[in-house]
């Protein structure tokens, strides 16, 4: 079946550092990624969508400058999260679409951001 | 390999009509299971759910969770055309805090 990774799955940083998070797509071509952040009693706000090769569409409040999404390939997107502070500390998931099946979301695992 | 796998994949019923989505799991380290209806953007979340043969229930919507057989359900009742969504289970492993989602149940609801 379709898989998506998440890396890394894991970190923590200082506070003003920049991170990276990737989303792959193992084994499909994923024409649009989302991202989403987890915030308390488990609710998820997607924070943008990115198609391959164009700019991400981000959702009203969600700060494109800080939260930086670059889908550069047809397996890949990447989130930077920009001088990072501790309120950003987070779990950010992404999930992928393929192009053949519009209507299925394929999740990955997850990455917990710790902010210092 | 970790894996949650939801049945059926999509469902077409009427209004009134009563529902049954399945979701299964082989996760280690489990944590617990979840329940998201989602429309547009953001799933919604609806249950969370740790122990077994505990129902949850939110109005016309109930999930209860069997830790033995590593599934849960989610019914709903009389449903209504608002029902109409995609339902989204997910694990949460104790290990690196990851979750592992289903690919969903695209539940359409007709007048």
């Known amino acids: 079946g379709a898989v998506v990774s998440q890396h890394p799955s894991r970190v923590i940083c200082k506070s003003g550092t920049s991170v990276k998070i990737e989303c792959r797509s193992l084994?499909?071509?994923?024409?649009?990624m989302f991202w989403y952040r987890q915030f308390p009693k488990q609710s998820l706000m997607l924070m943008a969508t990115?198609?391959?090769?164009?700019?991400?569409?981000?959702e009203q409040g969600v700060e494109k400058d800080k939260f930086l999404i670059n889908h550069a390939s047809l397996t890949l997107s990447t989130l930077t999260v920009t001088s990072a502070h501790p309120e950003d500390s987070s779990f950010y998931i992404c999930s992928a679409r393929m192009l053949a099946r519009q209507e299925t979301q394929y999740f990955g695992p997850g990455t917990r951001l710790l902010v210092l | 390999e970790d894996k949650v796998v939801q049945s059926p994949l999509s469902l077409v019923v009427h209004e009134g009509d009563t529902v049954t989505l399945n979701c299964s799991y082989e996760v280690t380290n489990f944590r617990s299971l979840l329940w998201y209806k989602q429309e547009k953007k953001a799933p919604t979340f609806l249950f969370m759910l740790t122990s077994s043969g505990i129902e949850k229930k939110s109005g016309r919507l109930s999930s209860i969770l069997d830790k033995k057989e590593l599934f849960s359900i989610l019914n709903i009742t009389a449903t209504q055309t608002g029902d109409s969504a995609v339902y989204l289970c997910?694990?949460?492993?104790?290990?690196?805090?990851?979750?592992?989602f289903g690919t969903g149940t695209s539940l359409t609801v007709i007048p």
């Open positions: 990115s198609n391959e090769g164009s700019k991400a569409t981000y």
């Open positions: 084994d499909f071509q994923a024409t649009t």
């Open positions: 997910a694990v949460e492993a104790n290990t690196g805090n990851q979750f592992y």
